[in-house]
């Protein structure tokens, strides 16, 4: 992969090329794993959300572009990826947790990777709900969350630039079994350009596995496999199937 393909305005890459690679390549392998577990072939593939695609690119490269959508609420980034890698792209308009146009139903395989470790309870919830919809019947879904590991490494740094007592109130929510959410501090530099273009809305969510357990009880969902850190030793993954 060549530096010159990361974006100026990509707030996840943090200085390591190398980094940014793995972490999209692992995404990708998980991608890899679902198919396997949808006995899709040559599935059509969703990535929401794509941002600047560090993880667009290894789908790009493993499946057909053409059956590779992405989807994002910025604009410039869908555009980029679009452009960049010849994939499909929808830009998530209002109503922004619903995802209204991108298809129903046509997804062997959908990657939500990082997005509702950002978003309050309830906004989370219906980012499920509707993004599970996208997928067909016996799809399967990866689905990646602060939890366990995030909860253990927040424990020992305040990792996120949330501040002491936003740190406290997310450690002490998980622990009870509860979806935490809390804004970044004013003066933070991750995930600034998107917080900037997004708003407070998007910030830091802790969240336990009896939350993702008990919305995918409600919704007919079945949770696979579960790897705790799995994704870049931080965010937990997730492999989830539609009934
Ligand atoms: C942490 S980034 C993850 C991007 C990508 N999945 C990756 O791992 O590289 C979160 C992304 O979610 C996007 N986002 C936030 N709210 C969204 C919404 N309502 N619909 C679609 N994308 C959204 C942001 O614009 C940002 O690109």
Redesign the pocket.
């Known amino acids: 992969m060549q530096s010159a393909l990361i974006h100026p305005h ?3 890459f943090h200085g390591s090329t190398e980094h940014y690679a793995s ?2 390549t692992q ?1 990708a392998e998980f991608v890899s794993y679902a198919a396997k577990l949808a006995q899709a072939d040559s599935p059509n593939v969703l ?10 690119r290894h789908l790009a490269a493993r499946f057909d572009p053409q059956k590779v959508h992405v ?4 604009v410039p ?1 869908v555009e980029f990826c679009v452009a960049t890698f010849g994939v499909t792209g929808y830009s ?1 308009v209002d109503p ?2 619903e ?1 209204q146009n991108v298809p129903d139903s046509f997804f062997e395989v959908a ?1 939500l ?3 509702i ?3 309050s309870g309830h ?1 989370a919830r219906t ?1 499920m709900r509707h993004f599970f919809k996208k997928l067909k019947p016996g799809g399967v879904a990866v689905v990646t969350t602060h939890g366990a590991r995030s909860r253990e490494i927040l424990e020992t740094a305040d990792c996120y630039q949330i501040g002491e007592t936003a740190r406290a109130h997310l450690l002490s929510s998980y622990d009870a079994g509860q979806f935490g959410f809390v804004n970044y501090l004013p003066d933070h530099s991750l ?1 600034a350009k ?1 917080v900037d ?2 708003g407070d ?2 910030g830091i969510a802790l969240i336990p596995h009896n939350w993702v357990g008990d919305l995918c009880n409600d919704n007919g969902l079945t949770i696979l496999e579960y790897r705790p850190g799995g994704w870049d030793n931080h965010q937990d993954v997730f492999f989830i199937t539609r009934a």
């Open positions: 990509d707030d996840m972490v999209g995404m990535e929401l959300p794509c941002g600047y695609g560090r993880v667009t989807a994002d609420i910025m980034a998530i922004v947790y995802f990657a990777g990082s997005l470790t950002h978003l906004n980012v995930e998107t273009y997004i809305s998007y």
